[in-house]
């Protein structure tokens, strides 16, 4: 039997497989979606968390990152990160890389969709599969967390990101938080030609417009857009429990803090 399900094959849940597999257990991924995954995303990896993508054997290109810049335009505060540096990089590259590891580790990684569960006291069956243990690892809007009743309505407004790439050469190695009282822009080198940028705001207007409230910003980057413009949101969710039975809740299905804010405590 397998020993571990996984429902979706992002970030977290590659890396949970990959965990599993080096701790000898059988691992299958479901993911729907076609390798390699693109996402609505800062790409910006801090120094723990490329600690961590290290230790799980997967070594992604990207952009180095030493540190992060705030600016309104007027002020400016910087720091450079102590000691270590992360790396910006393409949720592409980063999908790639944790794929590729899980793949020569022995992950079975299936195409489907989970939308149903059911368990009994030793096993848990999904999508025609059967296993002892389930990760839903679905993402944000987790299906999974909604289907087993875990889900926490957060009430307000909600925070959206948008985020878009640019080709020109970084003109910095730290992450660049341009803000203004609607939005923040993050912008973060991803390789020597492209940097991304993301714009996350309560306010959901276009992400020209957003871009427009950012004049330098703006300047920088006028006619080299080259991906589309990808969104996520709202980003607050949370859970009522981060497991039901033999289901456990992992990465942004287990609920979301919102980097900045420190909205959206993981768990109610
Ligand atoms: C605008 C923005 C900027 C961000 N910037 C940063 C940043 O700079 N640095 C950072 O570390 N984080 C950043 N984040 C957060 C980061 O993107 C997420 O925390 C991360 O992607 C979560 O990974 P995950 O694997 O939990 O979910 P996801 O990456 O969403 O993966 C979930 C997967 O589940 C699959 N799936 C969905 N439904 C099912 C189903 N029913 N069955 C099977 N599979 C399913 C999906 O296809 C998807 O591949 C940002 C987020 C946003 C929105």
Do not use: N
């Amino acid at each position: 039997m397998i020993d571990l399900l996984i429902a979706g094959g992002g970030p977290a849940g590659l890396a949970a497989a990959i965990r599993a597999a080096e701790a000898g257990l059988e691992a299958v991924v479901v993911e729907p979606r076609p390798a390699p995954v693109d996402k609505a995303c800062g790409e910006g990896i801090m120094p723990g968390g490329l600690a961590a993508l290290h230790a799980l054997g997967v070594h992604p290109a990207g952009h180095p990152l030493r540190g992060i810049r705030y600016t309104d335009g007027l002020r400016t505060a910087q720091a450079p990160f102590r000691g270590a540096y992360g790396l910006g990089v393409r949720r592409t590259a980063l999908h790639t890389a944790l794929h590729e590891r899980a793949e020569a580790l022995g992950v079975r990684i299936a195409e489907g969709k989970i939308r149903e569960v059911r368990q009994d006291g030793h096993t848990v069956t999904a999508d025609g599969l059967t296993a002892r243990w389930l990760i839903a690892a679905d993402g944000l809007h987790s299906p999974l967390r909604r289907a087993l009743g875990l889900d926490h309505p957060v009430p307000g407004p909600g925070r959206y990101g948008l985020r878009r790439h640019y080709r020109t050469a970084p003109w910095s190695d730290l992450v660049e938080v341009h803000w203004s009282p609607q939005a923040e822009a993050y912008v973060t080198p991803v390789d020597e030609h492209l940097v991304g940028v993301a714009v996350l705001s309560r306010d959901r207007r276009p992400y020209a417009d957003h871009l427009a409230a950012f004049p330098a910003l703006a300047a920088r980057l006028t006619g080299s857009g080259t991906t589309p413009v990808r969104g996520a949101g709202p980003l607050r969710q949370r859970a009522r429990a981060p497991r039901a039975g033999r289901v456990l809740l992992v990465g942004d299905a287990a609920g979301y803090t919102d980097a900045l804010t420190g909205e959206g405590i993981a768990l109610a």
